[in-house]
Nanobody
């Protein structure tokens, strides 16, 4: 069982930066693939970024070059550094954890989810 808790969301102006953190419970965090997803009002949840246990990464095209996912296994934490933020990045951001796959953009593959943190980008 893994429990996830996101932090770091807030209100930022377009062009600004935020760093989201996701702290995980459990002693086997390093084995999990981790992902960030987001859901904007009135839209379906979508993939943002993912990182494997061996720190291979994947990004949605919409955030490539602006967002960076990383992890610190000693701290049981995964991060999402977001730069050059746009109003279109406004959403609730969720982190997720899963086992048994390498990298995936499919939210159905992730077993554990945090409760989300709100990111609002003003124009």
């Amino acid at each position: 069982q893994v429990q996830l808790g996101e932090s770091g969301g807030g209100l930022v102006q377009a062009g600004g930066s935020l760093r989201l953190s996701c702290a995980a419970s459990g002693r086997t965090f390093s084995r999990y693939a981790m992902g960030w997803f987001r859901q904007a009002p009135g839209k379906e949840r979508e993939f943002v970024a993912a990182i494997t246990s061996s720190v291979t990464t994947s990004y949605a095209d919409s955030v490539k070059g602006r967002f960076t996912i990383s992890r610190d296994n000693a701290k049981n934490t995964v991060y999402l550094q977001m730069s050059s933020l746009k109003p279109g990045d406004t959403a609730v951001y969720y982190c997720a954890a899963g086992l048994g796959f390498w990298l995936s953009e499919d939210e159905g593959k992730y077993d554990y989810w945090g409760q989300g943190t709100q990111v609002t980008v003003s124009s």
